[in-house]
Structures are given as C-alpha cells and as structure tokens.
C-alpha cells in the first residue's frame, strides 16, 4: 500500500524564515512526487514534481523540493518565505503506469507572520 | 487560459434531494477526477474519467455517480443527498492518463441539512 505522511500538520513562520515542509511516503516502485499549494478557499495549484534525474527540482515562486530515494522523503523548500506563501502544501505520490491515480498527504499548513 | 470551473460555487440542499455538479475545462484534457475535501481527511477520489463515457470508481465512489459526455464537462450527481455528504468537492484535470500535474477548480461548497 501506497502511503504518504506529512509530519507536520501545522507550521508557523515569519517572513523571510526559511522553511522545510516534510513528506515521506512508502513505495518501492517507480513513482513522481509532486507538491501542491491551496490557498484558503482555492483550488490546489501544482508546484512541482520529481520523477528522476536531479534529485532537486525547482518550482514556483521560489520553491525548490529534494528526493532522497534512501530516506524515502521529498521535503519542499524556501531560503526566504513571504506572508503570500501563508496556504496548506500537499505532497502527492502517484504510481508510474497507475493511470494518474494520485496518493495525498494530509496537507501541512503553513503559516507566515509578518 | 487554462482553466478548471466548477459550478455552483456554493449549495445547499436538504437530505433527500438530488445534487448536480458540473465541472468544465478548457484546455481538452482527456482524464478528469472528482475529490472531495474534509477538515482531517485531505482529499479523497470519488470518481476519474479517462475520457468520454470512460469512468472508474475512486476510493469513496459509494453515494456518487458521475456523467461525461463531452470531453470538456464533467458532471458530479448525488441521488438523494446524505448529510454526510456535506463537503467541498474539488474538480480537477489533466492532459491524459499517466501525466502527473493536475488542474483544480476552485471548489463547491455543498451543505446537506
């Protein structure tokens, strides 16, 4: 069974903090991962996603993600967080070959103080 | 402009009467999805179509059937609503089976009372 775990339900930050939002999942196929934004009352928009290659990848606005195949992990990341940044972040694991069914997180929610 | 809509924004319903949902994008993607949103429970999959008149239950399909007769709409019923079905439903898209992004609309709010 697939699973992914966000650590952490909620994190608190100020503007311009750095930032490092969790996710692990369990698979051992071959799998994308990807990160989602939803801002509050808004649809989730995509920001990234890994498949293979460089383990970092770059997104939106800033945001980078790195796989660890050993830790099982792929945590987003920002050097400088900005109040707009303030939203819920999904980590999602889909099967490559599972006709795009996605796995969710439960969501972190991040929130930035001016 | 890629676009997911979604409509209506908000509802509210009694139990017992039926839901409609309609879900449009314009950017001809071939599968669409249906989740619904609640507080704890992140998103769930009701139902995913690969195409036209191509659909396959999700992981909560019981409560749900859907319609897909054009590519570019996509339709959510509930048949005699529960209140345990009180959500937010989101419609998403994406270019084909196997491709990974997927484009949300914003969501309906739907209250059963």
């Known amino acids: 069974t697939q699973t992914v775990s966000q650590s952490d339900a909620h994190v608190t930050v100020f503007e311009g903090d750095s930032v490092e939002l969790r996710c692990n999942y369990s698979?051992?196929?071959?799998?994308?991962l990807s990160w989602y934004i939803q801002h509050h009352g808004h649809g989730l928009q995509f920001l990234l996603k890994?498949?293979?290659?460089n383990p970092v990848v770059q997104g939106v606005n800033g945001f980078e993600a790195e796989f660890s195949k050993s830790d099982s992990s792929f945590h987003l990341r920002k050097a400088s967080v900005h109040w707009s940044d303030s939203a819920v972040y999904f980590c999602?694991?889909?099967?490559?070959?599972?006709?795009?069914?996605?796995?969710w997180g439960l969501g972190t929610s991040l929130v930035v103080n001016p | 402009d890629m676009k997911v809509t979604q409509m209506p924004r908000y509802l509210i319903k009694r139990m017992g009467e039926n839901v409609l949902l309609e879900c449009g994008q314009d950017?001809?993607?071939?599968?669409m999805y249906w989740y619904r949103q609640d507080p704890g429970l992140g998103l769930q999959l009701i139902y995913i179509?690969?195409?036209?008149?191509?659909?396959s239950e999700g992981d909560i399909p019981k409560g749900y059937r859907v319609s897909r007769k054009k590519r570019e709409h996509f339709s959510l019923i509930l048949d005699s609503a529960k209140t345990n079905q009180t959500s937010v439903y989101f419609c998403?898209?994406?270019?084909?089976?196997?491709?990974?992004?997927?484009?949300f609309g914003p969501g309906t709010r739907l209250t059963v009372l």
């Open positions: 999602a694991v889909n099967n490559v070959g599972d006709n795009s069914k996605l796995i």
């Open positions: 698979y051992g196929g071959s799998i994308y």
């Open positions: 890994y498949y293979s290659g």
């Open positions: 950017m001809s993607h071939e599968t």
């Open positions: 179509s690969y195409d036209v008149d191509s659909n």
């Open positions: 998403a898209s994406s270019l084909s089976t196997g491709d990974h992004e997927q484009y």
